[in-house]
């Protein structure tokens, strides 16, 4: 079974902090994601990567950034934490696109609800 | 972008009745996947289907990919499949992230 695993489930930082949220998936997957999921909005797309050391801009990209040093681990940065940014975040992976294939299926972790006061 | 919508977005059934859920998306799809959301927040993957049609259980799922819309059916429902039902897609090569509909908010009583 893919696992994907988030380092925290409830995390609470003050205005200002830098915060880091991590992941690690344990399925050789080249693609990483993450996400944050809102009431009323959804679940929005903040930085992908498919490569280590390669990362790519989502929809919603201000106000973080990320680091994939190892294939394993993708990490979300909030560099000065605010309170708009309180919110559920999700990280996903995904295998490469093979040849003659589709297999793009991503698989989430459980999430982390981050509470910025 | 490419846009996705669901419907309905509330549903509240007796436990035992059988449901439909639609996804409609804008544009053609590489990807299309339908998660239930657990009252913990993890998503869990119920199916992948860009096309076709696939059973597992009491749940199935069908998308017509050439008109656009995916359905997911669950039979003889089950207070534990309350929660929300996401459709969500991707129309580029396979790392470009997935666009999720708002979700169909399901409550099953018993």
């Known amino acids: 079974d893919v696992k994907v695993t988030q380092s925290s489930r409830y995390l609470v930082k003050r205005t200002g902090e830098k915060v880091f949220l991590e992941c690690v998936q344990d399925?050789?997957?080249?693609?990483m994601f993450w996400y944050r999921q809102d009431p009323g909005l959804g679940l929005r797309l903040i930085y992908f990567?498919?490569?280590?050391?390669?990362?790519e801009k989502g929809d919603i990209p201000e106000g973080y950034s990320v680091s994939r040093e190892k294939k394993e681990r993708f990490s979300l940065i909030l560099e000065s934490a605010s309170t708009n940014q309180t919110s559920m975040y999700l990280c996903?992976?995904?295998?490469?696109?093979?040849?003659?294939?589709?297999?793009?299926?991503?698989?989430f972790g459980p999430g982390t609800r981050l509470t910025v006061t | 972008g490419i846009q996705v919508e669901q419907s309905p977005p509330d549903l509240i059934l007796q436990e035992g009745a059988n449901s439909t859920l639609r996804c409609n998306f804008s544009?053609?799809?590489?990807?299309l996947q339908w998660f239930h959301q657990n009252p913990w927040g993890q998503l869990i993957n119920l199916f992948y289907?860009?096309?076709g049609t696939k059973q597992n259980g009491r749940l199935s799922a069908t998308t017509v990919a050439t008109e656009r819309y995916s359905l997911l059916y669950i039979s003889s429902s089950q207070t534990t499949d309350s929660g929300v039902y996401f459709c969500?897609?991707?129309?580029?090569?396979?790392?470009?992230?997935?666009?999720f509909g708002k979700g169909t908010h399901l409550i099953i009583q018993p």
């Open positions: 996903a992976s995904s295998p490469l696109l093979l040849a003659g294939d589709s297999f793009y299926e991503q698989y």
């Open positions: 399925m050789d997957h080249e693609n």
């Open positions: 990567s498919y490569d280590v050391k390669m990362k």
């Open positions: 544009d053609s799809v590489n990807n």
């Open positions: 289907i860009p096309s």
């Open positions: 969500a897609v991707e129309s580029g090569g396979g790392a470009d992230g997935l666009t």
